[in-house]
């Protein structure tokens, strides 16, 4: 039992209602303030707890933790020194801040400097990100998309049921949440052409994804066992891979994506630690066929996240248009994670696993506007009246996510990007 996950825990910090950030979450992220460089730091509440401060102050004596571990621009040295020193600290973190205990509430001076409200920091990337993989384990998302590029008859390919397909993407061009996105320009080849034409992208798309940072660095030759994926795990963020249709489709076949994925994909800047989503386990869909035995596993290999996108049109309010769960998702971490390494692919601290568009059964749960509006061929309608097929420049689409048991609610922050006109 994790004790930083007990549902009877509260904090002397206030955290509103509704808030992502209880508690029970104590997600890590690197924070920038008018004052300080970039640093690692924790949410709880509305406030980032500075980790500097509290290593530096004696707060975090007794955990053997290397000097200046916190004082740098990335995650990567920290959750380099594994799973049991990381849960550790953040069980610390969660005594430190629980209602009964006294070491910093009552210190008015170290709580003034340790918590620093989050309108008054500026979130960067947590982690410096060696490698990117993108999956495609969301049977729904499968299906939808073979059966508009090819036919619903064959949606899924022969392989689809037995290993997680993915690809290598960019780390280079994966910003955080806030960062603007401009429309990307390429090759497309409109269906009444022989020729493909170069212009801005006439269907740039959104994808939800979830997506997992990695704590270790593994040797070439060896593979991450089913069983022991967990621990290679630090935690999760929210993930939006643009994509822009057009060039995607007229570029993919045979090496699948390329210029249609690599010009953006964003990050929301808190990696929630798997330990804290230990409590939101649930079983996966059922898998028929049986998968080979080096993709075995049973039990509670998904999670019950909720996962909501949202459009901003500029100047307009934010219209929900899709509601979705990171539950649905067919192959599930473990699963990807020893698939792309049964071959004795090496993995590396701070690699980012995004796990492909996530979406459920119904046409409300579609996680990407090719799906949401069939192609172009049903457009979705907005709040301010407006309606639209794909994104228009202007457009902001803002992921989110929460998951809810026993009474605690965590949350993920905004994964947040705005479209700006092609250069
Ligand atoms: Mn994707």
């Known amino acids: 039992m994790i004790k930083a996950n007990d549902p009877a825990l509260t904090s002397w910090v206030e955290v509103p209602k509704g808030s992502d950030f209880p508690i029970q979450n104590l997600p890590f992220g690197i924070f920038k303030t008018k004052y300080l460089s970039p640093v690692a730091g924790v949410a709880i509440g509305n406030f980032v707890l500075d980790l500097v401060y509290l290593h530096e102050n004696g707060f975090l004596d007794g955990y053997d933790l290397p000097s200046g571990i ?72 499968a299906y939808n998309v073979g059966s508009m590029f090819r036919d619903p008859k064959n949606a899924l390919l022969p392989n689809w049921k037995h290993l997680p397909v993915g690809y290598h993407g960019r780390a280079s061009s994966i910003v955080v949440s806030g960062t603007p996105i401009h429309r990307p320009k390429g090759q497309i080849k409109p269906a009444d052409s022989e020729l493909p034409v ?17 704590n270790q660095n593994t040797r070439l030759g060896t593979s991450v066992p089913v069983h022991d994926a967990d621990n290679y795990i630090f935690g999760f963020v929210l993930f939006n ?17 390329f210029l249609g994925k690599n010009f953006g994909s964003t990050l929301s800047p808190w990696i ?7 409590p939101f386990r649930v079983k996966g869909p059922e898998q028929f066929p049986n998968v080979l035995p080096y993709l075995a596993i049973e039990g509670e290999r998904n999670f019950d996240i909720i996962l909501e996108v949202f459009l901003k049109p500029e100047g307009a309010s ?19 994670l020893a698939h792309h390494t049964v071959n004795g692919c090496n993995i590396q601290v701070g690699d980012l696993y995004a796990s492909g568009t996530i979406s459920g059964p119904s046409p409300g749960s579609y996680g990407s506007m090719l799906e949401l509006s069939w192609n172009g061929q049903r457009p979705l309608h907005l ?19 929460h998951a809810e048991h026993k009474g605690v609610r965590i949350g993920f922050g905004d994964c947040s990007g705005k479209i700006l006109p092609a250069t």
């Open 272 to 278: 929630v630690t798997l330990d804290a989503l230990e």
């Open 70 to 141: 916190f004082n740098q621009p990335y995650l990567n040295d920290f959750i380099a020194l594994g799973k049991k020193k990381t849960r550790a600290i953040r069980e610390r973190l969660s005594e430190l801040l629980r209602l009964d205990n006294d070491e910093l509430k009552n210190n008015v001076g170290a709580r003034e400097l340790a918590l620093i409200p989050m309108d008054e920091v500026e979130m960067l990337l947590p982690v410096k990100i060696p490698n990117y993989t993108d999956f495609y384990s969301s049977e729904e998302h």
């Open 318 to 336: 934010e219209t929900t248009i899709s509601r979705s769960n990171f539950k649905y998702l067919y192959w599930n971490v473990n699963q990807q």
């Open 241 to 257: 891979d643009w994509s822009a249709r057009d060039i995607q489709q007229w570029e993919y076949v045979p090496l699948g994506p």
């Open 198 to 214: 170069f212009c801005p992208s006439q269907k740039l798309d959104f994808e939800l994804e979830m997506a997992f940072i990695t």
């Open 383 to 401: 709040t301010d009246g407006s309606a639209r097929t794909f994104l228009q420049d202007g457009d902001s689409i803002i992921l989110r996510a």
